[in-house]
């Protein structure tokens, strides 16, 4: 990998605390490359009291952090928002050895990932507060906003980037100080973020990047540790449970970004063919791993045969392969675990009916490849229906009419985001009214961008990242009452 990078200096395997790098009191742990098996890198592995440590770093340099003022603050951003570019080529090797999507596909995810630190930076600048017109002729009532304090953030290996600048980028624009988790299968892609944060002066203590191989031993720690005032998570919604509870002990702000099972619905009025364009990029995204992939996809029986067909014949045409190599369109999953519940859902589908039209087979010759897969006859009772794939299958079911369409869309305990494709603006209204989702993407199947505010309802979250409204979630709001 190395070998490959304009600047192997960004491959830094250590973690970043308090400004100094530093090694783990337990020793290390393996990131392997998930398409070749290979070990990639040895990651300095802490311990709880060295992620204590941290946080009492973090707590002293977020004292002078918050002083700063915003056009300050925003200035430094930037630069690292600019060393993130002007490295991309760089970040992106590293998040595909690591975490196996295509380099292409990586390499937009450092640009995306970027973009928040731009975004938040230029929004420290307008954390406005208020004057409200007082309740007695000597009152005055004023509103400002305050940082919360130490972040610490937990994130999933899918986007080993955005997770984490989605929620550093407003964490610092606010004045707070962040402590970030990465996933054991993804910390190089977050150490580099602390190369690059130490180069463009981001303070000493701002942002901590804190590998270990316990995930549990340091969710436990930032819950218990009462220097932290907010937690962070994106991940499982069953993680996410947990983490709430262990939460409430502090009563800690939390913001969770949880699991979605998106539904994807074709309307016989739809462009089929934008349609089929749309699932691919919802449905193939990152190969079927991220929590807003269109995980069912509905289709009206008028257009149902010939959507399959239009989508089978663009999916067969995908390459899997090493996501190092040109031309690959799919990399392969991020371990063999992913697989097995790819296998199960598929084997479920089939032995309640379903037919698979396409793929339905691991291509085991090195690495967690599995072919992308189109099972037709999709039915309520079927495991899909219920649990989000996390990989390339896209089944699809059959409705008649609208109404039916949103009942079995809204029919789960996720709320994430959700896609229609149709023409009539009438139904485009109510159907975007009528999803029981934070997201709705219409005749589109991508929708993320650092200008919106993504998050979830019901079990899928709280809390939204992006957007005006991302920083909110890192300020306290001080109401000072003024007697003159
Ligand atoms: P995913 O399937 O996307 O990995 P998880 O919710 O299992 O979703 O993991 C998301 C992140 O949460 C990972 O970094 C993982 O290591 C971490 N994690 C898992 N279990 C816990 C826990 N009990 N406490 C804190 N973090 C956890």
């Given amino acids: 990998l190395a070998s490959l990078m304009n600047d192997p200096s960004l491959l830094e395997t250590r973690a970043y605390i308090g400004g100094k790098w530093v090694d783990g009191d337990k020793g290390t742990f393996d990131v392997t490359n998930p398409a070749r098996g290979d070990v990639v890198a040895q990651v300095a592995d802490l311990s709880r009291a060295q992620v204590n440590g941290a946080i009492a770093q973090a707590e002293a340099a977020q004292k002078e952090w918050a002083k700063w003022t915003g056009k300050e603050r925003a200035a430094v951003m930037r630069k690292w928002f600019d060393l993130m570019m002007a490295n991309q080529h760089d970040l992106g090797l590293i998040l595909t050895a690591e975490q196996g999507k295509p380099l292409a596909e990586a390499k937009g995810e450092i640009a995306y990932g970027a973009s928040f630190i731009e975004f938040f930076g230029e929004e420290a600048k307008r954390i406005y507060g208020e004057m409200i017109p007082g309740h007695q002729r000597d009152k005055r009532i004023m509103v400002i906003k305050q940082p919360i304090g130490v972040a610490a953030s937990i994130t999933p290996w899918n986007f080993p980037n955005a997770m984490i600048t989605r929620k550093a980028g407003p964490a610092l624009a606010a004045g707070c100080a962040f402590v970030a988790r990465p996933a054991k299968e993804t910390p190089l892609s977050a150490i580099v973020l602390g190369v690059l944060a130490e180069r463009a002066g981001i303070p000493a203590g701002v942002f901590n990047v804190l590998p270990s191989s316990s995930a549990s031993e340091i969710g436990k720690e930032f819950c218990e540790n009462p220097a932290v005032r907010k937690l962070t998570f994106t991940g499982s919604t069953e993680v996410g449970r947990i983490l709430l509870k262990q939460a409430a002990d502090q ?67 995908m390459k899997v392969g090493d996501g190092l190599k040109d031309g690959t369109d799919l ?10 519940k790819v296998q199960e859902h598929i084997a479920d589908a089939k032995a309640k009916g379903g037919e698979v039209i396409l793929g339905g087979e691991a291509d085991q010759k090195q690495g967690n490849f599995f072919g992308p897969t189109i099972v037709t006859g999709a039915t309520k009772d079927m495991l899909f229906s219920t649990e989000e794939t996390f990989g390339p299958l896209a089944p699809l079911f059959k409705f008649e009419d609208e109404d039916e369409v949103i009942a079995l869309a809204n029919d789960t305990i996720f709320g994430l985001a959700s896609y229609f494709y149709a023409k009539d603006l009438a139904r485009v209204y109510k159907v975007a009214e009528a999803l029981e989702y934070g997201i709705v993407g ?43």
Wanted: charge should be negative; hydrophobic fraction near 40%; aromatic fraction near 8%.
């Fill in 251 to 317: 009563v800690m702000k939390c913001s969770m970004e949880l699991g979605g099972n998106a539904p994807f619905i074709v309307f016989d009025d739809a462009d089929l063919d934008a349609a089929v364009e749309g699932a691919i990029m919802c449905k193939f995204r990152n190969n079927g791993q991220t929590c807003v992939c269109a995980n069912r996809l509905y289709v009206q029986s008028g257009a149902y045969d010939a959507f399959a067909e239009k989508l089978r014949a663009r999916v067969a045409a």
């Fill in 331 to 340: 990399g392969p999953l991020i371990n063999e675990d992913a697989i097995v």
């Fill in 442 to 484: 219409v005749n589109t199947g991508i929708i993320s961008t650092e200008l919106a505010p993504f998050g979830g309802v019901k079990q899928s979250g709280l809390g939204r990242e992006g957007s005006h409204h991302g920083i909110e979630d890192y300020l306290e709001m001080k109401y000072v009452c003024l007697s003159i």
